[in-house]
């Protein structure tokens, strides 16, 4: 009997996991099929573009003939074979490999709104908890801020927060990652680096903070009425720990799912605010190659974009297995 129960429990296992892979399998197809064919759909082309903006005059003749040099030639299934060899093609406009590009521009978003993401979650989580812990005027007060935030677009805040800080008050610079041409040291770079930073990071988490406050407040409220956390007063376990080790545990699950989803999307924040400043990230790029219509160069990163979100997918679902048991024991 207790064989037969293992045998069982290996094949659900095996069961519920190759329809997971299978599932993942199709979703990146699919991603991969959108990311061929999307891109073309966008108006105009690279020629168009580059000389729209050029003091230059060619004739009908020569339009014609760079559009026919320009034009894209790739068939999806060559596409699939060059994403298999990892050759991402190269940029038309910067006439290099579409792989450097990217993996040069994606450092800077992911240390910015990385860093704006993780803080705004651990601190909107913490408030959100003591909130709800802490009923009364400070909490409604908090409740209506974190409201007023919330509604405020990001592109409302960061050129509010450029005009005043960085064009009259002169406190910090308006754009770039960093002084250009500085020849700082290792460690000097850093603090500049930093200093460019300020802006837009204070744009990012005061976009992110309130939901993370107000999903985290309004699931400890829920949870607060659980018959367990009086349990656990029962027991004689010390108010912290049933505030976090029993309470706010149970409340990290939707402000997870909030993190990894905002941050499998987070090229879209980046192309607002890194535009806004001149941030040298993926948003800065996307928006530079939409622009001239670089075509490989967005295939790129609509492609590497897609597969994020997938990945962070995948890796929420290995976290619920770790602050969860109910979804462990699912499979």
Known sequence: MKMEGKELRIKTFLSHNTRRIMTYL????????????????LPGDYVTAMYSQSQAIIT?????????????????????????TLDWGYSLVFSEPV???IFSALPWTLFLLGSAHLLAMIIGFIAGVEAAWRRGPLEKLSVGLMTFLEGAPEIATGILLLFIFALVLGWFPAAGGETAYAGYGMFRWGLD?????ILPFIT???????????????SMIVILKSPFL?????????????????????????VVTRFGLRFSFMLTGALVVETIFSYPGLGTLLFKSIALRD?????????????????VNIALEICYRFLDPRVRNET
């Open 99 to 101: 792989s450097d590009l």
């Open 193 to 197: 680096v930093l200093y460019h930073t």
């Open 204 to 218: 990012l988490f005061f976009a992110y903070l309130p939901g993370n406050f107000l999903l985290a407040r309004g």
């Open 230 to 254: 009086k349990t656990a007063y029962a027991k004689g376990l010390p108010s912290l720990r049933v505030r976090y080790g029993h309470g706010a545990r149970n409340a990290l699950l939707p």
């Open 60 to 84: 009908e003749e020569e339009e014609a003939w760079l559009k026919a040099e320009y034009a894209d030639k790739e068939s999806f299934c060559e596409y699939i074979i060059a994403l298999v």
């Open 295 to 311: 075509l490989p160069l967005i295939q790129a990163i609509v492609l590497f974009s897609s597969l994020l979100v997938l990945t």
């Open 26 to 41: 199709i979703a990146a197809f699919l991603l991969i099929l959108l990311g061929y064919y999307l891109p073309r759909v």
